[in-house]
């Protein structure tokens, strides 16, 4: 019986990818799950298992399609024998048969733009709207010469309360004074703004969706020879995400440092267990586990601001990203409840999720839901950073390098391991003292676990 393998609903609000491999050739014997091809979302890259065993007659899509869901990647003669060849008609990767579902203007679009694959433009093209290039024109003017946006204290203070610049809101009252639907208008375009990808007042777009303001660049050529290349998706939606948070968070970033000698003993002493479980016992894992119960402890850090509305959602669950390092970039995929889970659990789904994201087997649904991000360097060095916050987070634990230092304590220099911590929040919803006693409590639990049962 031949069988169609098709493209399966991949996320919500995700409809489509592009094929950037062909894991199979007509003739190939496949099993269950076994890759067909690898496919590339705004959220992902991933690869598509077999739902059907069997010889490959037809694979019907070729590097470079989109592919929509429900479209069609291969035929598959699940009653072939193994060995048994391919008809002739099929040997060649085949033109589609049936067109992949098409993604229609009515059709749900991605929460971030597509980024399309073609080169950036050698002059790039202006990303905001004449009226909004106008707009930016005369706030720079207005600022330069010192001259006030026209409206009242209280309408002041209203856009200071939603993180607007009342500069930046156009007035619709007589001569232009500002009013507080006004400023409400305003914030609420900049989350549609936001949440479209469309370019919108204050929030910096890119025609590739890069996320950040398009400027003409010079022509390097004049100093020397260059080669460019288009982003890849995992870039592009990097660059808008991180240009995004950035122009939005007021960040401040507290840092702190936790005496882990014992807790290094620990993890050694405990490593052999959790390894025996199928997991690594590493310091992200640990601090996973710690940071779920501070997100318990100071429920500020486990919240998103929705400006729009004027609230804070703060969320019954506590979901962790960890940032993973891999060959196309950054990812972050999220560990949910973890405050449900113990070490060995979550040490078990932190190395499958960091393998998965290694091997592009991370589905989008794995990198959505986070509450709060840690980013871990330490591996590899440094002693400190200033992470961005991952917003709608508001917050981001980023780690460096632990190292023996000379520490003083009872009268006299002892050799301890310090671990460089460097929390950033967002300063809309978080203030510096809470900060501050959100890592130290975090330190605290690090040189001394018996606070996680007292207080966690
Ligand atoms: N200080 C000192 N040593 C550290 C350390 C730290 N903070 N963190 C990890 N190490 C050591 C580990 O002990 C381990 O050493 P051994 O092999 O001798 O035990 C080694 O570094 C490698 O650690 P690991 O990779 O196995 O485990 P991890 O928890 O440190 O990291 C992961 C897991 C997925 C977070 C990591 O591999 C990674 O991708 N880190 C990069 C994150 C990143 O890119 N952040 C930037 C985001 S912003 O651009």
């Known amino acids: 019986m031949i069988v169609e393998v098709k493209l399966p609903e991949i996320s919500e609000n995700v409809n489509e990818g592009d094929v950037t491999k062909v894991l199979v050739a007509p003739g190939d014997v496949v099993a269950v799950d076994q890759p067909l091809v690898e496919l590339e979302t705004e959220k992902a890259v991933f690869e598509v298992p ?41 040997t060649q990767p085949a033109a589609p048969a049936e067109k992949p579902a098409p993604v229609s203007a009515e059709s749900p679009r991605p929460s971030a733009p597509a980024a399309s694959p073609a ?27 010192g001259t006030p946006a026209p409206a009242s204290p209280s309408v ?63 022509d390097f050529t004049r ?14 939606i990097t660059a808008q995400s991180m240009a995004w948070a950035w122009n939005t968070v007021p960040h401040v970033t507290q ?34 586990t710690v940071c779920a119960s501070a997100l318990r402890r100071f429920p500020d850090f486990n919240a998103s601001i929705d400006v729009a509305r004027g609230e804070i959602v703060h969320k019954k669950y506590v979901n962790v990203g960890v940032a993973v390092d891999t060959d196309r970039g950054l990812l972050v995929p999220v560990v949910r409840d973890v405050d449900q889970k113990n070490l060995t659990a979550v040490s078990v789904e932190i190395s ?45 634990l980023g780690v460096s390098r632990a190292a023996m230092r000379p520490v003083y304590a009872n009268g006299a220099f002892e050799p301890r391991l310090v671990l460089p911590l460097s929390l950033s929040y967002d300063h809309r919803l978080i203030d510096g003292a809470a900060a501050a006693r959100f890592l130290r409590w975090v330190c605290e639990a690090l040189e001394d676990p018996i606070l996680l049962a007292l207080e966690g």
């Not at 209203?158 to 007035?171: H, I, T």
């Open 50 to 90: 077999s739902t059907a065993a069997g010889l490959v007659t037809e694979v019907m899509v070729k590097a470079g399609d989109t592919l929509g869901v429900g479209g069609v990647i291969a035929r598959i003669d699940t009653e072939a024998k193994q060995g048994a060849s391919a008809p002739a008609a099929a």
């Open 119 to 145: 080169p950036a433009p050698a002059v790039a093209a202006p990303a905001a709207p004449i009226a909004e290039t106008i707009r930016d024109t005369v706030v720079a003017v207005a600022q330069e010469q």
């Open 156 to 218: 002041r203070r209203l856009a200071r309360e939603l993180g607007v610049d009342v500069n930046r809101v156009r007035g619709t009252g007589p001569g232009g004074r500002i009013s507080a639907e006004d400023v409400h208008a305003y914030a609420k375009s900049i989350i549609a703004a936001a949440t479209s990808g469309a370019a919108a007042p204050g929030v910096a777009t890119a025609p590739a969706g890069a996320g950040v303001a398009a400027r003409a660049l010079p």
């Open 223 to 236: 100093f020397g020879e260059i080669e460019r290349t288009p982003m890849s998706k995992v870039r592009a």
């Open 255 to 288: 840092h702190d440092e936790a005496d882990i000698t014992q807790l290094e003993a620990a993890r050694k002493k405990f490593a052999p267990r959790v390894e025996a479980a199928g997991g690594k016992l590493t310091m992200t894992a640990i601090l996973t």
């Open 352 to 396: 499958q999720l960091a393998d998965r994201a290694r091997n592009k087997r991370i589905m989008p649904d794995d990198l959505e839901g986070g509450n709060f991000t840690i980013s871990n360097l330490g591996g590899i060095g440094g002693v400190g950073f200033t992470p961005i916050v991952y917003a709608p987070e508001v917050a981001i």
